[in-house]
């Protein structure tokens, strides 16, 4: 039997836009955030300002994007749905997937560069722990970011030796990877997997011996 109260409660929820419910970053894609970042630079144009209604805006936007109203308005909602600015919270839930995973403390840097919004990146830097398990550390950095940050289209590493002071620069293994590939590594898998197949995944792969 429904309750009064649960009843309310119900038809509260139901009364609410989509957007009062808060989106989680991991459900914003890179196809998403540069969506949503269009629009807000073509807000600032006049031919978009003089339309006026939101609906007509979307419109207008998803027209010059070649996207139909429906994907665009889908992705704004996703992205104001969230609870702050977007970069800032990627970098935040990125840190905190890091500190739960095999490089807990010894990541050192997390930059992420959306100058061009259809294209995020994100540069990593760590300290090593030891030469056999560096693919093994990018494919855990790489799983982290996947699964925290959908946003980043490209993912940079580099990795500096154990012993080597937090500031350093001098890299032992560097290489970057698409969004494609991360999403392709099971953090579950990576200890059987990361020498066989996920190191293949990797470009532009240069490594010191240590």
């Known amino acids: 039997m429904i309750r009064p109260r649960d009843l309310l409660l119900s038809l509260t929820l139901a009364a609410l836009p989509a957007s009062a419910f808060a989106t989680n970053l991991g459900e914003v894609t890179a196809e998403d955030y540069y969506g949503a970042a269009y629009f807000k630079q073509a807000l600032e144009h006049p031919q978009v300002q003089k339309v006026g209604d939101r609906k007509k805006q979307v419109a207008v936007v998803a027209k010059d994007l070649k996207w139909q109203p429906k994907k665009l308005e889908a992705a704004l909602e996703k992205v104001e749905g969230l609870s702050g600015e977007p970069i800032e919270l990627a970098k935040g839930a990125l840190k905190g997937g890091f500190e739960g995973s095999r490089v807990k403390g010894r990541v050192l840097d997390v930059l992420i560069n959306d100058q061009e919004p259809k294209h995020v ?46 500031d350093s620069k001098d890299a032992v293994w560097s290489g970057k990877i698409g969004a494609q590939q991360m999403g392709r590594i099971q953090a579950g898998r990576i200890d059987d997997y990361a020498d066989r197949l996920y190191k293949n995944l990797f470009e532009g792969v240069e490594s010191k011996p240590f």
């Open 121 to 166: 990146v994100v540069y990593v830097r760590w300290q090593a722990s030891a030469g056999k398990d560096i693919v093994k550390e990018a494919a855990t950095i790489a799983s982290v970011v996947a699964k925290e940050a959908p946003l980043v289209s490209t993912l940079s590493l580099a990795a500096i030796h154990p012993k080597a002071a937090a």
